[in-house]
């Protein structure tokens, strides 16, 4: 086990961490005390041997960690340190983290099973930070300004887009303006920089405090008002989600070859291509720093370069003309913003005035030193941003070297290979010559993966660096479905890719076709097909996607990344915005299921052995009925804005549903008493996710409006494996029989009761499952957005009374292969059949 | 001058063992002028903590004339023993001096200008400091060039040593008008201004005592 070793000029200090550290501990963890000298007369002080015989106390292969009250038990301590052999060395870190409070985190942390790094980790993140009074203090003083707090409130927080606003609305001011991020605790950033904005993390609900001069603070603070009031210019335009990564296309395929001939990553957009690959050289180049005799004249260059940089970008946004959306479009602002963020100018211009060096190596460091910063992030949106600082620096670096266009594609039809792809690289294509698209790095996030995703060309990210080795011009196969490529393809496999990019392409076609019908079958047989949301960014897609209603609002995204729990007002906004968008369409809001595997950092939550049987779900809910009351009084709020179900998670008995029950009708009479209106016939449902319940379905329906089946949990409790354990995914299977009889019979009592039931787990979106489900009687069907006219597709050429001939089968089978396997020759047999046009 | 001094051509461990012992009657004899130096711009314990540490230094100070293992000692007696900074900082000065001393029982005028140069390497790593910053190495750093300058011009160990401790009390006191940059000093920030730096007192006291063990021995 990992030691702790303090080292302290009081003896008695030392002496009374240590007990306080074991008290708090349960687990016994070797902590040796060092404080003190041998000297009755003057004690305090300290002995590096005392020291060097304390961490060989606690010595072990899993090492020790060192911690020090003030400066000279640090020297000391690490006199210590270096008294050891080479090989004990290896094992000791000093922690610099302070030392009562990091001790204890340190040995919490320990206790818990944690490595060295993060135990090291989490007693330095035990840093008490100077008081927001002290810090306030500081930050007029230094300015001489006035202040004044605000409180973010746009979903996206002070991100790309919303920063550029804000950036370009101060840099009409002309004194001085500075903002912190209050909540967070970052340190003042200069906010007329749009870097020293992004990266003090502002997230929807944090709070900042502004400084700017008295002569024009009430302007300042104004402008800022107007743009929260206005949401920073996100209403009214959606962003375009990045495509999630993609299941493979369900179309029966001949068996894939693994040879050493491919390369897989992450599917960005789906499609087929074949043709030589071109290389796309877009990393900052090595820059040699040349001495400069005239910084002004070099100064003049520099900024001629910024100049021209913005001309080409605008130049570009112009001739991309439709293709680029409104909100795609502020990716670019930001860029432009980026070339005048007057950090990063200063920046350069000093060191060029300084150093006497070239503009080019200095700009290159600067941009690379900016990206890194990003790219050390938490908020994996602001890591993304490291792309977006390296796409301008280029554009800047290339002017100023005087070369061309880098993206000199050539006329040739080819697939384009990037070690990054860089917003500004998909604003420069042309779409005539490009098949497709790969590249070595990169996510899903990034704003080069939303801008690539709607091209219509297949696009494939994180191939691995092997994607350089390709040389430039060799064949390859692109599938962006399977986010693979193949390189050198024989003619089969060509012609294999080639029948299946015209399946695909008249399926897509088709499943486009239907998109906006009803999900009917070739009977006649009606169900509902909804989406599953899990963030207000995700309307416009939901929209579009053909979902006749939301079928699971996961509400747990309120919760996380924030200090406080969402208060009503907040939420009801939210629900209501959400309520507004889908325009009629009904709303299924799912109380949060806030557990072990989902940790909130403002709720005192104890850690669990096993979360996933935990006090999670409604469990929790009922237990902590503040946090409980505030989201129902929210949702009830928003159901007289238009049609809004609540939905209750991890159900395991009649009394549970009950228990929640009482709470809604108190939480309703409450409104009541505070005349506020709800819909007072709102639907009241459970997911069926717990055996218990599934088994319980019959005495459980009578109490509520709708069931709705979470297959993934269910699938996991039924078959005791979890879904995380990879050794466990053939037991991990819904398509067991024994979960398909759980299904059944939760649909069965449902029905019997005169209730409906829908399904909002993974399988709901299954063509696969869907003949089955369809047959067993499932009333509604919960899935992701982009898989809902694929859906259609295969439902509009199903009947329902031969998916229920196929479901009586199927249940009476004994394993989930041969389940699947019957699905997929049933489906096979009826794809031929599918609708295409809307009932005659 | 250096011809009217018959010096000796090395220091041997009864020199060490000598310079020590000086070390200690001077720190006893200077304790609470060291510790007034303190009281301005530290917590008024130099001067104990020095005293404490090398009345220990003499009780296990070993037998024999292997000077490494008697510079090693005194090292990990005042690590042990000190208690404040001067602690780990002069454990490391005699630590780092020792190393290359191991053996040893007589050092020639480049071992002491090696000693000098290997103890200052390794107090301006243990303090993260160099010349100038209000510390120890204000005296140390001119005494081990004014030794090497000595040698340099032709001059023997003891007039070298008389040189060091020049320039190291020269050092000492070229810290009154400097701001301290490291230790509690430093807090203090323009105040510390003003105020002789007690760690450059004591290395000047150390450089000196050295020079008159030597001179001692070869009267």
């Given at each position: 086990?990992?030691?702790?070793?303090?080292?302290?000029?009081?003896?008695?200090?030392?002496?009374?961490?240590?007990?306080?550290?074991?008290?708090?501990?349960?687990?016994?963890?070797?902590?040796?005390?060092?404080?003190?000298?041998?000297?009755?007369?003057?004690?305090?002080?300290?002995?590096?041997?005392?020291?060097?015989?304390?961490?060989?106390?606690?010595?072990?292969?899993?090492?020790?960690?060192?911690?020090?009250?003030?400066?000279?038990?640090?020297?000391?301590?690490?006199?210590?340190?270096?008294?050891?052999?080479?090989?004990?060395?290896?094992?000791?870190?000093?922690?610099?983290?302070?030392?009562?409070?990091?001790?204890?985190?340190?040995?919490?942390?320990?206790?818990?099973?944690?490595?060295?790094?993060?135990?090291?980790?989490?007693?330095?993140?035990?840093?008490?930070?100077?008081?927001?009074?002290?810090?306030?203090?500081?930050?007029?003083?230094?300015?001489?300004?006035?202040?004044?707090?605000?409180?973010?409130?746009?979903?996206?927080?002070?991100?790309?887009?919303?920063?550029?606003?804000?950036?370009?609305?101060?840099?009409?001011?002309?004194?001085?303006?500075?903002?912190?991020?209050?909540?967070?605790?970052?340190?003042?950033?200069?906010?007329?920089?749009?870097?020293?904005?992004?990266?003090?993390?502002?997230?929807?609900?944090?709070?900042?405090?502004?400084?700017?001069?008295?002569?024009?603070?009430?302007?300042?603070?104004?402008?800022?008002?107007?743009?929260?009031?206005?949401?920073?210019?996100?209403?009214?335009?959606?962003?375009?989600?990045?495509?999630?990564?993609?299941?493979?296309?369900?179309?029966?395929?001949?068996?894939?070859?693994?040879?050493?001939?491919?390369?897989?990553?992450?599917?960005?957009?789906?499609?087929?291509?074949?043709?030589?690959?071109?290389?796309?050289?877009?990393?900052?180049?090595?820059?040699?720093?040349?001495?400069?005799?005239?910084?002004?004249?070099?100064?003049?260059?520099?900024?001629?370069?910024?100049?021209?940089?913005?001309?080409?970008?605008?130049?570009?946004?112009?001739?991309?003309?439709?293709?680029?959306?409104?909100?795609?479009?502020?990716?670019?602002?930001?860029?432009?913003?980026?070339?005048?963020?007057?950090?990063?100018?200063?920046?350069?211009?000093?060191?060029?005035?300084?150093?006497?060096?070239?503009?080019?190596?200095?700009?290159?460091?600067?941009?690379?030193?900016?990206?890194?910063?990003?790219?050390?992030?938490?908020?994996?949106?602001?890591?993304?941003?490291?792309?977006?600082?390296?796409?301008?620096?280029?554009?800047?670096?290339?002017?100023?070297?005087?070369?061309?266009?880098?993206?000199?594609?050539?006329?040739?039809?080819?697939?384009?290979?990037?070690?990054?792809?860089?917003?500004?690289?998909?604003?420069?294509?042309?779409?005539?010559?490009?098949?497709?698209?790969?590249?070595?790095?990169?996510?899903?996030?990034?704003?080069?993966?939303?801008?690539?995703?709607?091209?219509?060309?297949?696009?494939?990210?994180?191939?691995?660096?092997?994607?350089?080795?390709?040389?430039?011009?060799?064949?390859?196969?692109?599938?962006?479905?399977?986010?693979?490529?193949?390189?050198?393809?024989?003619?089969?496999?060509?012609?294999?890719?080639?029948?299946?990019?015209?399946?695909?392409?008249?399926?897509?076609?088709?499943?486009?076709?239907?998109?906006?019908?009803?999900?009917?079958?070739?009977?006649?047989?009606?169900?509902?097909?909804?989406?599953?949301?899990?963030?207000?960014?995700?309307?416009?897609?939901?929209?579009?996607?053909?979902?006749?209603?939301?079928?699971?609002?996961?509400?747990?995204?309120?919760?996380?990344?924030?200090?406080?729990?969402?208060?009503?007002?907040?939420?009801?906004?939210?629900?209501?915005?959400?309520?507004?968008?889908?325009?009629?369409?009904?709303?299924?809001?799912?109380?949060?299921?806030?557990?072990?595997?989902?940790?909130?950092?403002?709720?005192?939550?104890?850690?669990?052995?096993?979360?996933?049987?935990?006090?999670?779900?409604?469990?929790?809910?009922?237990?902590?009925?503040?946090?409980?009351?505030?989201?129902?009084?929210?949702?009830?709020?928003?159901?007289?804005?238009?049609?809004?179900?609540?939905?209750?998670?991890?159900?395991?008995?009649?009394?549970?549903?009950?228990?929640?029950?009482?709470?809604?009708?108190?939480?309703?009479?409450?409104?009541?008493?505070?005349?506020?209106?709800?819909?007072?016939?709102?639907?009241?449902?459970?997911?069926?996710?717990?055996p218990a319940a599934a088994e319980m379905a019959d005495l459980i329906a009578p109490e509520v409006d709708f069931f709705s089946i979470g297959t993934n949990d269910l699938t996991q409790y039924v078959?005791?494996?979890?879904?995380?354990?990879?050794?466990?995914?053939?037991?991990?299977?819904?398509?067991?029989?024994?979960?398909?009889?759980?299904?059944?019979?939760?649909?069965?009592?449902?029905?019997?009761?005169?209730?409906?039931?829908?399904?909002?787990?993974?399988?709901?979106?299954?063509?696969?499952?869907?003949?089955?489900?369809?047959?067993?009687?499932?009333?509604?069907?919960?899935?992701?957005?982009?898989?809902?006219?694929?859906?259609?597709?295969?439902?509009?050429?199903?009947?329902?009374?031969?998916?229920?001939?196929?479901?009586?089968?199927?249940?009476?089978?004994?394993?989930?292969?041969?389940?699947?396997?019957?699905?997929?020759?049933?489906?096979?047999?009826?794809?031929?059949?599918?609708?295409?046009?809307?009932?005659? | 001058?250096?011809?009217?001094?018959?010096?000796?051509?090395?220091?041997?461990?009864?020199?060490?063992?000598?310079?020590?012992?000086?070390?200690?009657?001077?720190?006893?004899?200077?304790?609470?002028?060291?510790?007034?130096?303190?009281?301005?711009?530290?917590?008024?314990?130099?001067?104990?903590?020095?005293?404490?540490?090398?009345?220990?230094?003499?009780?296990?100070?070993?037998?024999?004339?292997?000077?490494?293992?008697?510079?090693?000692?005194?090292?990990?007696?005042?690590?042990?023993?000190?208690?404040?900074?001067?602690?780990?900082?002069?454990?490391?000065?005699?630590?780092?001096?020792?190393?290359?001393?191991?053996?040893?029982?007589?050092?020639?005028?480049?071992?002491?200008?090696?000693?000098?140069?290997?103890?200052?390497?390794?107090?301006?790593?243990?303090?993260?400091?160099?010349?100038?910053?209000?510390?120890?190495?204000?005296?140390?750093?001119?005494?081990?060039?004014?030794?090497?300058?000595?040698?340099?011009?032709?001059?023997?160990?003891?007039?070298?040593?008389?040189?060091?401790?020049?320039?190291?009390?020269?050092?000492?006191?070229?810290?009154?008008?400097?701001?301290?940059?490291?230790?509690?000093?430093?807090?203090?920030?323009?105040?510390?201004?003003?105020?002789?730096?007690?760690?450059?007192?004591?290395?000047?006291?150390?450089?000196?005592?050295?020079?008159?063990?030597?001179?001692?021995?070869?009267?």
């Amino acid at each position: 086990m990992i030691g702790i070793v303090i080292v302290s000029h009081s003896r008695k200090l030392s002496d009374g961490l240590k007990d306080v550290a074991d008290a708090m501990t349960q687990v016994p963890i070797p902590i040796a005390s060092a404080g003190g000298v041998d000297d009755p007369d003057h004690p305090l002080g300290t002995d590096g041997i005392r020291v060097l015989d304390a961490i060989r106390d606690v010595m072990s292969d899993d090492g020790v960690l060192v911690f020090a009250d003030i400066g000279s038990a640090k020297l000391n301590a690490e006199m210590a340190m270096d008294l050891l052999e080479p090989e004990e060395q290896t094992k000791v870190q000093f922690c610099d983290a302070p030392l009562v409070e990091g001790v204890l985190a340190a040995a919490v942390q320990i206790a818990a099973g944690s490595s060295l790094e993060d135990a090291m980790r989490e007693a330095r993140q035990a840093v008490p930070a100077p008081t927001e009074a002290v810090k306030q203090q500081q930050d007029t003083a230094q300015t001489g300004g006035v202040s004044r707090e605000f409180t973010i409130r746009n979903p996206l927080g002070l991100h790309a887009r919303p920063a550029a606003s804000l950036v370009s609305a101060m840099n009409a001011f002309s004194g001085d303006i500075r903002l912190r991020n209050v909540t967070k605790g970052k340190t003042s950033v200069n906010a007329k920089s749009i870097n020293g904005v992004m990266l003090s993390e502002v997230a929807r609900n944090d709070r900042i405090l502004m400084v700017a001069d008295p002569a024009e603070a009430e302007a300042v603070f104004a402008a800022i008002d107007q743009l929260i009031q206005e949401n920073f210019g996100e209403d009214g335009i959606a962003p375009v989600k990045p495509e999630p990564i993609r299941k493979p296309v369900p179309q029966p395929r001949p068996p894939r070859d693994v040879s050493a001939g491919t390369l897989t990553g992450l599917s960005i957009a789906r499609g087929f291509a074949l043709g030589p690959i071109r290389h796309v050289r877009s990393a900052l180049p090595e820059v040699e720093p040349v001495s400069i005799s005239d910084p002004d004249a070099e100064i003049e260059r520099f900024k001629m370069a910024l100049s021209a940089a913005e001309t080409e970008i605008n130049g570009a946004l112009s001739a991309a003309g439709e293709r680029i959306s409104a909100y795609d479009r502020k990716i670019f602002d930001a860029h432009i913003s980026y070339l005048h963020d007057p950090d990063i100018i200063e920046t350069v211009l000093g060191r060029i005035s300084k150093q006497h060096i070239c503009a080019e190596a200095i700009w290159r460091q600067v941009v690379w030193d900016l990206s890194r910063t990003y790219a050390a992030l938490q908020d994996p949106l602001l890591q993304a941003r490291a792309g977006d600082v390296i796409d301008v620096g280029l554009r800047v670096l290339r002017l100023l070297m005087g070369q061309g266009d880098a993206t000199d594609h050539a006329a040739e039809p080819s697939i384009l290979a990037y070690e990054e792809l860089r917003p500004s690289d998909v604003l420069t294509l042309n779409q005539e010559t490009v098949l497709g698209i790969c590249a070595a790095t990169g996510g899903t996030t990034s704003h080069a993966a939303i801008l690539a995703s709607a091209l219509n060309i297949p696009v494939v990210f994180a191939l691995g660096d092997a994607l350089a080795a390709v040389a430039d011009g060799q064949q390859v196969l692109l599938d962006g479905a399977a986010a693979k490529i193949t390189i050198a393809p024989d003619a089969s496999a060509i012609e294999t890719m080639q029948n299946e990019r015209k399946i695909w392409q008249d399926h897509v076609a088709r499943a486009e076709a239907v998109r906006d019908l009803p999900a009917e079958t070739l009977d006649g047989h009606k169900v509902r097909v909804a989406a599953n949301m899990a963030s207000v960014d995700e309307l416009g897609v939901i929209m579009r996607s053909g979902a006749q209603e939301v079928g699971l609002l996961r509400t747990e995204f309120l919760y996380m990344r924030r200090d406080t729990a969402p208060g009503e007002d907040e939420q009801y906004d939210i629900y209501r915005s959400i309520v507004a968008g889908l325009k009629g369409k009904p709303l299924t809001v799912r109380t949060a299921d806030i557990g072990g595997d989902k940790p909130v950092s403002y709720l005192d939550r104890p850690a669990e052995a096993n979360p996933n049987l935990g006090w999670r779900g409604l469990r929790y809910s009922l237990a902590v009925p503040e946090l409980f009351e505030t989201q129902l009084a929210a949702i009830l709020r928003a159901s007289a804005h238009g049609p809004v179900r609540i939905m209750f998670p991890l159900v395991s008995t009649v009394d549970e549903v009950k228990a929640a029950k009482q709470r809604v009708q108190s939480v309703m009479d409450q409104l009541r008493t505070r005349a506020l209106p709800f819909d007072e016939g709102l639907e009241i449902g459970i997911m069926i996710e717990v055996p218990a319940a599934a088994e319980m379905a019959d005495l459980i329906a009578p109490e509520v409006d709708f069931f709705s089946i979470g297959t993934n949990d269910l699938t996991q409790y039924v078959m005791a494996a979890d879904r995380a354990n990879p050794k466990l995914k053939d037991l991990f299977d819904p398509f067991n029989p024994a979960v398909l009889r759980m299904i059944a019979k939760s649909i069965k009592a449902a029905h019997d009761a005169d209730i409906w039931i829908g399904m909002c787990g993974a399988m709901a979106g299954s063509p696969i499952a869907a003949p089955i489900l369809l047959g067993l009687g499932l009333d509604e069907f919960s899935m992701t957005p982009a898989d809902i006219a694929e859906f259609k597709l295969t439902l509009r050429g199903l009947s329902l009374s031969e998916c229920r001939n196929l479901s009586a089968r199927v249940l009476g089978l004994d394993t989930a292969r041969s389940v699947r396997e019957q699905a997929s020759l049933f489906l096979g047999r009826h794809k031929a059949m599918a609708k295409t046009a809307a009932t005659p | 001058m250096a011809d009217a001094l018959a010096g000796p051509k090395t220091v041997t461990g009864p020199m060490i063992r000598a310079w020590i012992e000086t070390s200690a009657e001077v720190f006893a004899a200077n304790r609470g002028h060291l510790s007034d130096l303190d009281s301005p711009i530290g917590d008024a314990d130099h001067g104990n903590n020095m005293n404490r540490g090398f009345n220990a230094v003499l009780e296990k100070l070993p037998e024999g004339d292997d000077i490494g293992a008697l510079l090693k000692s005194v090292a990990m007696t005042l690590i042990a023993k000190v208690g404040g900074a001067a602690g780990p900082l002069y454990g490391t000065l005699f630590l780092e001096g020792s190393k290359p001393l191991m053996g040893k029982t007589e050092l020639s005028q480049a071992d002491l200008a090696q000693f000098f140069e290997d103890a200052i390497a390794g107090v301006k790593k243990r303090g993260r400091s160099d010349v100038g910053m209000k510390t120890m190495l204000d005296a140390l750093v001119p005494a081990s060039e004014a030794f090497q300058a000595e040698t340099a011009q032709g001059g023997e160990i003891l007039a070298a040593l008389r040189a060091a401790a020049n320039a190291a009390e020269s050092g000492m006191k070229a810290t009154i008008p400097m701001q301290a940059q490291r230790g509690r000093a430093s807090y203090l920030g323009e105040r510390s201004i003003g105020h002789q730096d007690p760690g450059a007192t004591s290395s000047y006291l150390i450089v000196q005592a050295l020079s008159d063990a030597v001179e001692k021995a070869s009267e």
